[in-house]
T-cell receptor, first 117, second 112 residues
Framework: DAGVIQSPRHEVTEMGQEVTLRCKPI?????LFWYRQTMMRGLELLIY????????DSGMPEDRFSAKMPNASFSTLKIQPSEPRDSAVYFC???????????????FGEGSRLTVL | AQSVTQLDSQVPVFEEAPVELRCNYS??????LFWYVQYPNQGLQLLLK??????LVKGINGFEAEFNKSQTSFHLRKPSVHISDTAEYFC??????????FGSGTKLNVKP
């Protein structure tokens, strides 16, 4: 089975540019999470969706960040405009499914490493 | 809100020695507990989890953890580590499978 798929794996951009990160969750999972990992702050939850609906976006750092989930198999995290302090590894994770399908664990993608110059 | 404390940011250990990585959590409700491992340039993958039942949980790669409700701890152990266990380990807690709270991570460095 395919796991959580993220793209791009690496992105280098200049300050002020728009960045779009993409995620395809595991088929059948109904929850999707975006995390950011940095040396200074560790693993931070940015936003999570349940059944394609954003449930909690309190971790989104500021208005420059936005996330969408137009359908059950695709989500995007957009940063516009990007700043050097946004440099981090961004992880997408999925979980859940109805009833017994929900084993309670998160399945992570391999991450998108963003460098903003 | 929940919080998770991993007391050691780095743990150096020699190959074939035992290791314990400590994790404490704060919660007033029943929780589900997890340990994840992250190898360099990879995502996190599940090592083991406690949902209910026996407080001693066995996971992959020979790891085990014990849930101690009175001490609100979920320490990870392995009786004999290998070089390949070098990685960062994260403890996580959730009360409803919707929000997961992660600790700051412990880097395990296994030396030959």
């Amino acid at each position: 089975d395919a796991g959580v798929i993220q793209s791009p794996r690496h992105e280098v951009t200049e300050m002020g540019q728009e960045v779009t990160l993409r995620c395809k969750p595991i088929s059948g999972h109904n929850s999707l999470f975006w995390y950011r990992q940095t040396m200074m702050r560790g693993l931070e939850l940015l936003i999570y969706f349940n059944n394609n609906v954003p449930i909690d976006d309190s971790g989104m750092p500021e208005d420059r960040f936005s996330a969408k989930m137009p359908n059950a198999s695709f989500s995007t995290l957009k940063i516009q405009p990007s700043e050097p302090r946004d440099s981090a590894v961004y992880f997408c994770a999925s979980s859940g499914g109805g009833g017994a399908l929900n084993t309670g664990e998160l399945f992570f993608g391999e991450g998108s490493r963003l460098t903003v110059l | 809100a929940q919080s998770v404390t991993q007391l050691d940011s780095q743990v150096p250990v020699f190959e074939e020695a035992p290791v314990e990585l400590r994790c404490n959590y704060s919660s007033s409700v029943s929780v589900y507990l997890f340990w994840y491992v992250q190898y360099p340039n990879q995502g996190l993958q599940l090592l083991l989890k406690y949902l209910s039942g026996s407080t001693l949980v066995k996971g992959i790669n020979g790891f085990e953890a014990e849930f101690n409700k009175s001490q609100t701890s979920f320490h990870l152990r392995k009786p004999s580590v290998h070089i390949s266990d070098t990685a960062e380990y994260f403890c996580a807690v959730s009360d409803n499978f919707n929000k997961f709270y992660f600790g700051s991570g412990t880097k395990l460095n296994v030396k030959p």
